[in-house]
């Protein structure tokens, strides 16, 4: 071993006795921050991780160990200094072990010099050090890897060229063969064998933060073939091959590097189903599977079955995520001990199998474009998980599984959060195992199903659509013992049941052709006593897809099957219908507000929208969602008083102004004061002001500029104070509907104080920074004349604002002193209240509260105005929203999982000229290490001793 040192000691020492190694260096540290500040447009991003630095570094590590390791061995052949180290005292073993370990030193300084990176990350964001020390560990296996296949390169030629070139190719062929470029061409198994193979496909896995077993041994057997490939090609210059005696021992050679290289093959196939010999690295563990999973798994009473359904020949961006999802299902089927059976096919190359599950299931396959350099395509392929339990399936789709980022020089498409998706459906399908005899049974009325079709004025390709809904609810029927009515009415000439189902379900004609001269009616109303849903019918449904239509719409109907979120928001003033009109060509109906928010919530429950004007909550509703509810009624107030004192849930959506987008701009006005009046009274104010903070989120502001007498108008992301970025230190930990969140952006907020009475708990949920101030003008938009540095006058002393809060307890009713408007005055008129003793003045101690300062945290506004110009929409917000109704109906567990769902944290809003200002900085930092380490040498030639005389010091 003290040989194996010495001779590491002495090459390492060699690397910096010319200017070679500097330069090379240099060349390596300046390309990888080119990459990571330039290519990859880190600061664009505003995502703080270092993925950029790890995408790559497997190609600029092959540059680097083709240029360490190209004089090696190929400088002693040429100078003829290899004959006598054969003839030395040292193994030959000793010298590639020690050659070996000095590339290795090298290398590791050269990652060394690229820690600043991941350090200037680390200042300005909030950044996982899991998935940077898996990197750098795999960047260092990689590399060492690379040196082993560069010195046996390196002994079969004495030209230093000869021997760079081999290497880069040799390097090259070994990471493109797991690269979506190769893999492209071959269908998933071929596809995924080439990632098995490849030295960058494997580095993606220890990239993300997890060490798995597999990828070492890979990494450290390749290297290991390769160091004894090299000593067999220095061995063969010891043997006279022409000798009697030298035969045989070139034979027991030739079979030792034979039986290593088999016994590497041999351990990495061994290795292959080994899945859970990994260490998730990342925080919070983000790609293991979590204790709600495994619990969910363990209650199965029945076999479950999930089956993957991906084509061969798929988007290219889609292709890397396949073997992701048959990992994760594979622990899945480990994590079930026998209950759960996953299997995989491509539908494509299965004509039947196709047809079964277009037919059975309703899954078809997916248009997308492709194109390289030489055709562009549209492929069909399948991007499909399948999860059945019993006579119970769901479908998750491709738009169900990713999720997609773009940026100004990238487009990132990745899982949304594959465990929570998969959990999720599991205990969806397996709660809702009951057959559909029994769900007619707890029919608290019959179901009605009427199909509005005009058979004879269809277009040919419905024409077959109402025999299929037919048959299928004729089906049903007959399962439902009376339960459930099947009926068909033709519109056609009935100008009274046509102005009937406009006025009342919304159905109108749809128009055959462009001008609207032929119209038809196709649509599929089910009503269960005052519950009815409109099924939209589609050319393409299947049998299938009809049958689970119905069936869901008939569990809704269907009592405690499903949870459902009321939500109350004011529907904005129409245009005037014209009598003139045809119904066809009306103005179509005013939208109200949160129709995103509302699709959100729809994946996992019942969304209502709510007209209280009748002064009650539908008891149905089991979280009340209340946003821009605008001037409430007397009648609509007390609907919510008492839902609330029922002990009720309420999310409430308080900012104090609203926000309208105009033609000039933005502009503020004052909420209608009905709804701050209940929260007064709840124990909640809502400060009239809007938080400015100098911790914000950009935002694109049109901005009007005079130019020569002209004014015109631009968009500019900007820095924008009333964007109020909260970030992990302003959230409550103890919340865990607040767990995993990166950050949430609080536009126009109002801050809230708590006066809570006796009994009420009360906890803060969102606060803002220290920085922060009040803003009680109307005027929300940037003005550069005046404050040319940011738009708005700088802020007063700073100080952290409340923006959400949660309370629990006695709530006093806001009615308790004042009449009903329900129930009538009766003898309470005089006291000031309801005599009645109908009207509840003290809540149920389960009611909850929760009340955030922004009414435009998850509007339809907010998606537009951002949306607009950089095509991201604050998906956290969102995930609040969700995240809180999970916690008011106490669906907790499913928390967890998606706490763990990969939001990337985001920078922290810099001051401008900042992010220049650290890339300088590295690029300088990095010169003055390269200028330090090329004075070294000087000393070292000092020190230089001969190798000879090395090799005898180890042996004496």
Same mark, same amino acid.
């Given at each position: 071993?003290?040989?194996?040192? %010495?001779?590491?000691?002495?090459?390492?020492?060699?690397?910096?006795?010319?200017?070679?190694?500097? %330069?090379?260096?240099?060349?390596?540290?300046? /390309?990888?921050?080119?990459?990571?500040?330039?290519?990859?447009?880190?600061?664009?991003?505003?995502?703080?991780?270092?993925?950029?630095?790890?995408?790559?570094?497997?190609?600029?590590?092959?540059?680097?160990?083709?240029?360490?390791?190209?004089?090696?061995?190929?400088?002693?052949?040429?100078?003829?200094?290899?004959?006598?180290?054969?003839?030395?005292?040292?193994?030959?073993?000793?010298?590639?072990?020690?050659?070996?370990?000095?590339?290795?030193?090298?290398?590791?300084?050269?990652?060394?010099?690229?820690?600043?990176?991941?350090?200037?990350?680390?200042? %300005?964001?909030?950044?996982?050090?899991?998935?940077?020390?898996?990197?750098?560990?795999?960047?260092? $296996?990689?590399?060492?890897?690379?040196?082993?296949?560069?010195?046996?390169?390196?002994?079969?030629?004495?030209?230093?060229?000869? /021997?760079?070139?081999?290497?880069?190719?040799?390097?090259?062929?070994?990471?493109?063969?797991?690269?979506?470029?190769?893999?492209?061409?071959?269908?998933?198994?071929?596809?995924?064998?080439?990632?098995?193979?490849?030295?960058?496909?494997?580095?993606?896995?220890?990239?993300?933060?997890?060490?798995?077993?597999?990828?070492?041994?890979?990494?450290?057997?390749?290297?290991?073939?390769?160091?004894?490939?090299?000593?067999?090609?220095?061995?063969?210059?010891?043997?006279?091959?022409?000798?009697?005696?030298?035969?045989?021992?070139?034979?027991?050679?030739?079979?030792?590097?034979?039986?290593?290289?088999?016994?590497?093959?041999?351990?990495?196939?061994?290795?292959?189903?080994?899945?859970?010999?990994?260490?998730?690295?990342?925080?919070?563990?983000?790609?293991?599977?979590?204790?709600?999973?495994?619990?969910?798994?363990?209650?199965?009473?029945?076999?479950?079955?999930?089956?993957?359904?991906?084509?061969?020949?798929?988007?290219?961006?889609?292709?890397?995520?396949?073997?992701?999802?048959?990992?994760? $299902?594979?622990?899945?089927?480990?994590?079930?001990?026998?209950?759960? +059976?996953?299997?995989?096919?491509?539908?494509?190359?299965?004509?039947?199998?196709?047809?079964?599950?277009?037919?059975?299931?309703?899954?078809?396959?997916?248009?997308?474009?492709?194109?390289?350099?030489? *055709?562009?395509?549209?492929?069909?392929?399948?991007?499909?998980?399948?999860?059945?339990?019993?006579?119970?399936?769901?479908?998750?789709?491709?738009?169900?599984?990713?999720?997609?980022?773009?940026?100004?020089?990238?487009?990132?498409?990745?899982?949304?959060?594959?465990?929570?998706?998969?959990?999720?459906?599991?205990?969806?399908?397996?709660?809702?195992?009951?057959?559909?005899?029994?769900?007619?049974? +707890?029919?608290?009325?019959?179901?009605t199903v009427t199909l509005y079709a005009t058979p004879g004025q269809m277009p040919e390709e419905f024409a077959e659509l109402p025999g299929r809904i037919r048959g299928v609810a004729d089906t049903l029927a007959a399962r439902s013992d009376g339960k459930l009515v099947f009926a068909e009415v033709d519109p056609a000439g009935n100008a009274q049941l046509q102005e009937e189902l406009d006025g009342r379900y919304g159905i109108r004609p749809l128009a055959v052709d462009l001008f609207g001269r032929q119209t038809f009616y196709l649509d599929l109303v089910v009503e269960s006593g005052d519950k009815v849903q409109r099924i939209l019918p589609r050319s393409e449904l299947s049998e299938a897809d009809i049958e689970q239509a119905l069936e869901a719409a008939v569990r809704r109907a269907t009592p405690g099957q499903l949870k459902t979120i009321g939500l109350l928001t004011e529907t904005p003033a129409g245009p005037p219908r014209n009598p003139q009109l045809p119904p066809q060509f009306q103005p179509p109906a005013p939208q109200p507000d949160?129709?995103?928010?509302?699709?959100?919530?729809?994946?996992?429950?019942?969304?209502?929208?709510?007209?209280?004007?009748?002064?009650?909550?539908?008891?149905?509703?089991?979280?009340?969602?209340?946003?821009?509810?605008?001037?409430?009624?007397?009648?609509?107030?007390?609907?919510?008083?008492?839902?609330?004192?029922?002990?009720?849930?309420?999310?409430?959506?308080?900012?104090?102004?609203?926000?309208? /987008?105009?033609?000039?701009?933005?502009?503020?006005?004052?909420?209608?004061?009905?709804?701050?009046?209940?929260?007064?009274?709840?124990?909640?104010?809502?400060?009239?002001?809007?938080?400015?903070?100098?911790?914000?989120?950009?935002?694109?502001?049109?901005?009007? =500029?005079?130019?020569?007498?002209?004014?015109?108008?631009?968009?500019?992301?900007?820095?924008?104070?009333?964007?109020?970025?909260?970030?992990?230190?302003?959230?409550? *930990?103890?919340?865990?509907?607040?767990?995993?969140?990166?950050?949430?952006?609080?536009?126009?907020?109002?801050?809230?104080?708590?006066?809570?009475?006796?009994?009420?708990?009360?906890?803060?949920?969102?606060?803002?920074?220290?920085?922060?101030? $009040?803003?009680?003008?109307?005027?929300?938009?940037?003005?550069?004349?005046?404050?040319?540095?940011?738009?708005?006058?700088?802020?007063?002393?700073? =100080?952290?604002?409340?923006?959400?809060?949660?309370?629990?307890?006695?709530?006093?009713?806001?009615?308790?002193?004042?009449?009903?408007?329900?129930?009538? *005055?009766?003898?309470?008129?005089?006291?000031?209240?309801?005599?009645?003793?109908?009207?509840?003045?003290?809540?149920?101690?389960?009611?909850?509260?929760?009340?955030?300062?922004?009414?435009?945290?998850?509007?339809?506004? $907010?998606?537009?105005?951002?949306?607009?110009?950089?095509?991201?929409?604050? +998906?956290?917000?969102?995930?609040?929203?969700?995240?809180?109704?999970?916690?008011?109906?106490?669906?907790?567990?499913?928390?967890?999982?998606?706490?763990?769902?990969?939001?990337?944290?985001?920078?922290?809003?810099?001051?401008?000229?900042?992010?220049?200002?650290?890339?300088?900085?590295?690029?300088?930092?990095?010169?003055?290490?390269?200028?330090?380490?090329?004075?070294?040498?000087?000393?070292?030639?000092?020190?230089?001793?001969?190798?000879?005389?090395?090799?005898? *010091?180890? +042996?004496?």
């Amino acid at each position: 071993m003290s040989s194996i040192g %010495i001779v590491a000691r002495k090459e390492f020492r060699s690397y910096f006795q010319s200017p070679v190694a500097v %330069i090379f260096l240099g060349i390596f540290l300046f /390309s990888t921050l080119f990459s990571f500040f330039g290519s990859s447009a880190f600061f664009a991003r505003n995502i703080a991780d270092v993925r950029p630095l790890f995408e790559w570094l497997p190609l600029l590590l092959i540059f680097l160990v083709a240029a360490i390791t190209m004089r090696q061995w190929s400088e002693e052949r040429k100078m003829g200094t290899l004959e006598v180290l054969l003839t030395l005292p040292v193994t030959t073993r000793d010298m590639v072990l020690g050659k070996f370990l000095a590339g290795v030193a090298l290398v590791a300084l050269a990652l060394a010099f690229t820690l600043p990176i991941p350090i200037m990350v680390s200042l %300005i964001g909030d950044l996982d050090w899991g998935p940077v020390v898996g990197g750098y560990l795999g960047a260092l $296996l990689l590399g060492s890897t690379y040196l082993a296949i560069g010195l046996c390169v390196s002994a079969r030629t004495d030209n230093q060229v000869v /021997s760079l070139m081999l290497t880069l190719v040799i390097g090259g062929a070994i990471y493109l063969l797991g690269s979506d470029v190769v893999t492209a061409f071959f269908g998933n198994r071929g596809a995924d064998l080439l990632r098995a193979l490849g030295t960058g496909s494997r580095f993606t896995s220890i990239e993300r933060g997890v060490l798995d077993l597999r990828d070492l041994v890979y990494y450290v057997g390749l290297a290991a073939f390769f160091l004894t490939l090299n000593w067999y090609f220095l061995e063969l210059d010891r043997v006279d091959v022409h000798s009697k005696g030298g035969r045989p021992r070139a034979r027991a050679l030739a079979l030792l590097v034979l039986l290593a290289g088999v016994n590497v093959i041999a351990c990495n196939v061994w290795l292959t189903p080994v899945k859970r010999a990994r260490a998730d690295l990342t925080r919070g563990g983000e790609y293991s599977v979590s204790a709600v999973t495994r619990q969910t798994l363990a209650a199965l009473e029945e076999p479950l079955e999930i089956q993957g359904f991906f084509s061969a020949r798929t988007h290219p961006l889609l292709a890397p995520l396949v073997p992701q999802i048959r990992d994760l $299902l594979a622990e899945y089927e480990v994590q079930g001990d026998g209950k759960v +059976r996953v299997s995989f096919a491509d539908p494509n190359a299965d004509e039947e199998l196709e047809q079964e599950l277009s037919e059975q299931y309703g899954i078809r396959s997916v248009p997308f474009q492709v194109a390289d350099r030489h *055709e562009q395509a549209v492929v069909n392929s399948y991007f499909h998980v399948l999860v059945r339990y019993a006579d119970q399936y769901e479908t998750l789709s491709f738009a169900q599984l990713i999720e997609v980022r773009a940026d100004q020089s990238d487009i990132d498409v990745r899982l949304r959060n594959l465990e929570y998706d998969l959990t999720r459906t599991i205990k969806r399908v397996s709660q809702e195992f009951q057959s559909m005899e029994s769900i007619f049974a +707890r029919l608290p009325e019959p179901a009605t199903v009427t199909l509005y079709a005009t058979p004879g004025q269809m277009p040919e390709e419905f024409a077959e659509l109402p025999g299929r809904i037919r048959g299928v609810a004729d089906t049903l029927a007959a399962r439902s013992d009376g339960k459930l009515v099947f009926a068909e009415v033709d519109p056609a000439g009935n100008a009274q049941l046509q102005e009937e189902l406009d006025g009342r379900y919304g159905i109108r004609p749809l128009a055959v052709d462009l001008f609207g001269r032929q119209t038809f009616y196709l649509d599929l109303v089910v009503e269960s006593g005052d519950k009815v849903q409109r099924i939209l019918p589609r050319s393409e449904l299947s049998e299938a897809d009809i049958e689970q239509a119905l069936e869901a719409a008939v569990r809704r109907a269907t009592p405690g099957q499903l949870k459902t979120i009321g939500l109350l928001t004011e529907t904005p003033a129409g245009p005037p219908r014209n009598p003139q009109l045809p119904p066809q060509f009306q103005p179509p109906a005013p939208q109200p507000d949160y129709q995103v928010l509302q699709r959100f919530l729809e994946e996992d429950y019942e969304v209502e929208r709510l007209d209280l004007s009748s002064g009650i909550v539908p008891d149905i509703v089991d979280v009340l969602v209340v946003g821009k509810a605008g001037a409430l009624s007397e009648h609509e107030q007390f609907a919510l008083d008492q839902y609330l004192m029922r002990g009720g849930r309420v999310i409430a959506l308080a900012g104090r102004y609203a926000v309208d /987008s105009q033609r000039g701009g933005l502009a503020v006005s004052e909420a209608a004061p009905a709804l701050f009046s209940l929260l007064e009274a709840w124990g909640v104010e809502v400060e009239p002001a809007l938080v400015m903070d100098s911790q914000n989120a950009p935002f694109p502001i049109p901005v009007t =500029e005079e130019r020569g007498g002209f004014r015109m108008q631009r968009i500019q992301l900007i820095p924008y104070p009333f964007f109020v970025d909260i970030r992990s230190d302003g959230f409550n *930990e103890e919340v865990p509907a607040l767990s995993g969140l990166p950050s949430v952006t609080a536009p126009w907020s109002s801050p809230l104080r708590v006066n809570a009475a006796e009994g009420i708990e009360s906890k803060v949920l969102l606060a803002s920074s220290d920085e922060s101030w $009040l803003n009680t003008s109307a005027d929300i938009q940037p003005d550069f004349r005046r404050y040319p540095d940011g738009g708005f006058a700088p802020g007063a002393a700073g =100080e952290s604002r409340t923006l959400g809060v949660a309370l629990g307890g006695r709530f006093p009713s806001a009615f308790a002193e004042r009449p009903s408007p329900l129930f009538g *005055e009766g003898g309470g008129a005089e006291a000031g209240g309801d005599a009645t003793g109908r009207t509840l003045k003290e809540s149920l101690p389960d009611a909850q509260l929760v009340v955030l300062g922004s009414s435009e945290m998850v509007s339809d506004l $907010l998606l537009q105005l951002a949306g607009s110009f950089t095509g991201e929409v604050h +998906r956290s917000n969102y995930q609040l929203v969700q995240n809180l109704v999970d916690w008011a109906v106490e669906d907790t567990d499913l928390l967890t999982i998606r706490s763990s769902g990969a939001f990337a944290h985001t920078l922290r809003p810099m001051e401008p000229g900042e992010a220049r200002t650290w890339e300088i900085a590295n690029y300088a930092f990095v010169t003055l290490l390269l200028l330090v380490i090329s004075i070294v040498p000087r000393r070292l030639r000092r020190n230089a001793k001969p190798i000879v005389t090395l090799a005898g *010091e180890g +042996r004496s």
